[in-house]
Structure formats: structure tokens, C-alpha cells
């Protein structure tokens, strides 16, 4: 029985990529004069700007980190088949009120 592999602290850090897909520089902002909240690709020393005022008067948010796991994934399905199940009660309700109306 072997030791667990211990991830390195560069994947710890995310800073290992993918060799197929690279990591792209993606931020959020929100427009300092019009309050325009955005993400924009940032590449080098390129300035991003507001797409509705094209300001660049722009404050960058704090992104939070993408988290997937068993816990949320499980998460996500329990409240999809919820919504599932209330528009299948309400598309059931609204065929039954059709029908009672639309007797012949």
C-alpha cells in the first residue's frame, strides 16, 4: 500500500496549467463612473475599459475561487431538481386548470 500523493505547492497555488487549456486572465471590475459591473480578458499590459461608458476610471473586484467538489456538486443537483419539481407542479396545475376549461 503506497503513501497518498502529496500535490505540489505550485498546484496548491494553481499555478501548474493544464497543457491543453491555459488559464486565462480573466478579472472583474465595476465602472467607477457609470457602476457598470463587468469581467474583462486582460493580456499583458493591455488597460481594460467599461463596455457601457468605455471609462477606464474602473475598480477591480475580488474574485472568488471556483469550488468544485461532492459537496457542491450535490448541492447544485438538490436545488435543480427542486426547481425541476416546482415548474413541473405548476406546468401540471396550469395543463389540469386548460383541460377543465377546454371541456368538450
Known sequence: MGHP???SPEILRGVVRNTHRRCMPIYEYV?????????ALVLGSDSPTCPTCESVALSRKLSLPKVKSAKT??????????RDRAQGESQMRERIEYESSHDD
Open 5 to 7: 500523493r502529496v500535490p
Open 73 to 82: 456538486h450535490g448541492k447544485a443537483m438538490r436545488a435543480a431538481r427542486k
Open 31 to 39: 465602472c467607477d463612473d457609470c457602476g457598470h459591473d463587468f469581467e
